[in-house]
C-alpha cells in the first residue's frame, strides 16, 4: 500500500521568505508527527497531531513554526522568515493511533 | 532527563562480518524501543520493535535485537553483513502511553568493505 509522502522532496529558499512542507500520511493513520533532522543535531521532535485533539506543539523551536493537519489527514508545516538554521531535512511519520511510526521521505530545505 | 545515546558514530565492517550496534537509553520506565534505518536520500525504515515480552527480537533484512534491562541497552545485532547494509542507523525509544513521540539517538553511520 501507499506509504507516507512527502512534497516537495527539495526546496531551496531565500532567507527571509516562507516555506510550506506537505505531508500525506497513509490512509487512515490518526496520529502524524513532524521531525526535524539537522545536520550533526540528529532526530528531533516538533510537532504531534492525535485526531481531533490539540496538537503537542512542544517541540516547535519558535513561533516562526506553525502546522495544521485539514480534516485529519494532510498536515502542512509552515516555516515564516526562514533562517539560514532552518536548514534541514522535515521529516513527517504518521501512526495508527498506536506506537509504531512510519516515515516518509522528508522534504531537504535549504535556506541560502 | 530522557535520552538515547549511541556511543558509535561511525563503524566500518567487511563484508560478511558481524555486526553490532550499541544502543544505550535513560528513561524513567521501560519504554518501547525501536531501530530505524535510513539509506542516503531516503526516509526511516523500521528494523525492528520491542515492547514487552521475549527480549529478543527479529527484524526485517536478518537483524536482531537484545533488550536488557539492567543495562538499559537495546543493541542491534546482524551475524552478517552485507554492501546493501550500509547506512545509517538510529535507536528511538518512546513512551508506551501518551504521545509516543520519539527521543532518537544520534546515529550510527555504518560502512560495509568489500
Known amino acids: 500500500g501507499a506509504g507516507v509522502s512527502q512534497s516537495p522532496s527539495n526546496k531551496v529558499t531565500e532567507k527571509g521568505k516562507d516555506v510550506e512542507l506537505r505531508c500525506d500520511p497513509i490512509?487512515?493513520?490518526?496520529?502524524l508527527y513532524w521531525y526535524r533532522q539537522s545536520l550533526g543535531q540528529g532526530l528531533e521532535f516538533l510537532i504531534y497531531?492525535?485526531?481531533?485533539?490539540?496538537?503537542?506543539k512542544s517541540g516547535l523551536p519558535s513561533d516562526r513554526f506553525s502546522a495544521e493537519r485539514t480534516g485529519g489527514s494532510v498536515s502542512t508545516l509552515t516555516i515564516q522568515r526562514t533562517q539560514q538554521e532552518d536548514s534541514a531535512v522535515y521529516l513527517c511519520?504518521?501512526?495508527?493511533?498506536?506506537?509504531?511510526?512510519?516515515f516518509g521521505p522528508g522534504t531537504r530545505l535549504t535556506v541560502l | 532527563a530522557q535520552s538515547v545515546t549511541q556511543p558509535d558514530i561511525h563503524i566500518t565492517v567487511s563484508e560478511g562480518a558481524s555486526l553490532e550496534l550499541r544502543c544505550n537509553y535513560s528513561?524513567?520506565?521501560?519504554?518501547?524501543l525501536f531501530w530505524y534505518v535510513q539509506s542516503p536520500g531516503q526516509g526511516l525504515q523500521l528494523l525492528l520493535k520491542?515492547?514487552?515480552?521475549?527480549?529478543l527480537v527479529q527484524g526485517i533484512k536478518g537483524f536482531e535485537a537484545e533488550f536488557k534491562r539492567s543495562q538499559s541497552s537495546f543493541n542491534l545485532r546482524k551475524p552478517s553483513v552485507h554492501w546493501s547494509d550500509a547506512a545509517e542507523y538510529f535507536c528511538?525509544?518512546?513512551?508506551?502511553?501518551?504521545?509516543?513521540?520519539?527521543?532518537f539517538g544520534t546515529g550510527t553511520r555504518l560502512k560495509v568493505l568489500a
Open positions: 511519520a504518521s501512526s495508527p493511533s498506536s506506537d509504531t511510526q512510519y
Open positions: 490512509s487512515g493513520h490518526t496520529a
Open positions: 497531531f492525535q485526531g481531533n485533539s490539540a496538537p503537542d
Open positions: 528513561y524513567g520506565a521501560t519504554p518501547y
Open positions: 520491542y515492547f514487552s515480552g521475549d527480549t
Open positions: 528511538a525509544v518512546a513512551p508506551t502511553s501518551g504521545t509516543y513521540k520519539y527521543i
